[in-house]
């Protein structure tokens, strides 16, 4: 009986063990407060030097954060010295060949805004090079010169590599928008409603958590100018579970929560917005998660990401009428979808 008794007690304490183990309890138990304790390297405030590389002077601590790839092609698009209006930068896999071809046909349309001067262009990384994939993307490149490609293997989670590359060729070779949209390749979008909500009167600038008066406050130099980052934002916690695509360590992120984040599917920033925080990411450790990794960087350069409802990460039902004030929805794998919806409501 004492036998039956033991074994019984060693299951439960297995399955207890495991239960510990499979969900992260620990990881919970012990994870620290984000909002008395948050810090992540530099471990200091960036600030100062985030505003010392924007004047173009030498920064009193080094970077820790440059990314050692390199573009494989480039674009003239940005080459003039017009204003831009919108500069669309699209997350794109090479073999997606229908989706690049969906979006020109669509949002892609540079001249699809009478009066608005609109760039776009798909970013995207390598694999091999000598496969056929690669012969018929060169094609591709060489039909519509709008692809920027760049030396580092695309997958998943090297997406914040792709993203802080695409901030650096617009930092280096196409600072002269005044706002840039950030889309993944499956996303409807809608460059009228976009253009409606950054130039809504109402619509100033994002609040900056470090415009206080402080003399080492980022955007100090323009104060009228706009700061805006905007999408869907989440307020969540990091996956502590063991078999989540999206487990983190708590040597990867100690804290409970993450700072609020902007979806990474689609969202928009302001020129002043893309410089601060394309050089706030020089002195912020790399992140595996683009869009944690942007919030990461927001929080340390003192921006706080607004909501607008009118960018879904998830795929809203269409209808006519449900689409009128759309700016992006997720969920667009289909270009002929695609290229129905939006066609449908640019004859509106």
């Known amino acids: 009986m004492r036998r039956k008794y033991f074994y019984h007690y060693v299951a439960i304490a297995c399955v207890v063990l495991y239960i510990y183990y499979f969900f992260g309890v620990s990881d919970y138990i012990y994870s620290k407060k984000f909002e008395k304790e948050f810090n992540y390297p530099l471990n200091r405030n960036i600030q100062p030097l985030v505003r010392e590389v924007m004047l173009g002077r030498k920064p009193a601590v080094a970077p820790i954060n440059i990314y050692p790839y390199r573009f494989l092609t480039n674009s003239r698009k940005c080459y003039t ?14 073999s997606n060949f229908e989706k690049r071809n969906g979006i020109r046909q669509t949002y892609g349309q540079e001249n699809s805004i009478p009066g608005r001067i609109i760039r776009v262009l798909f970013f995207i990384g390598s694999d091999d090079l000598n496969s056929p994939v690669q012969e018929r993307l060169d094609r591709e490149m060489a039909e519509f010169k709008d692809i920027i490609q760049m030396d580092f293997h695309d997958s998943y989670f090297n997406n914040t590599i792709k993203t802080m590359m695409s901030f650096r060729w617009l930092y280096e070779h196409c600072s002269n928008a005044d706002y840039y949209l950030f ?11 976009l253009l409606d909500y950054v130039n809504d009167d109402a619509f100033t600038r994002l609040n900056v958590a470090g415009d206080r008066g402080d003399k080492d406050s980022v955007i100090l130099d323009n104060d009228t100018e706009k700061i805006i980052l905007a999408g869907y934002v989440f307020n969540s916690s990091p996956q502590r579970f063991r078999s989540s695509k999206w487990h983190v360590t708590l040597d990867e992120y100690p804290y ?8 990474a599917g689609a969202y928009v920033v302001s020129n002043r917005c893309m410089r601060i925080m394309y050089v706030g990411s020089l002195f912020v450790k790399h992140f595996r998660f683009d869009d944690i990794y942007l ?45 129905r919806v939006w066609n449908e409501q640019n004859a509106l």
């Open 81 to 94: 010295l017009e204003k831009l209006d919108l500069f669309i930068v699209v997350k794109t896999a090479r």
């Open 183 to 193: 889309t993944d390749d499956d996303m409807y979008i809608s460059v009228k409603n």
């Open 256 to 263: 409970d929560r993450w700072p609020p984040y902007v979806t």
């Open 295 to 339: 919030g990461i960087v927001a929080k340390k350069v003192g921006l706080e990401p607004k909501h607008c409802p009118k960018f879904y990460f998830y795929k809203k039902k269409y209808s006519v009428d449900s689409y009128r004030d759309v700016i992006a929805s997720h969920g667009y794998d289909d270009p002929e979808e695609l290229i």
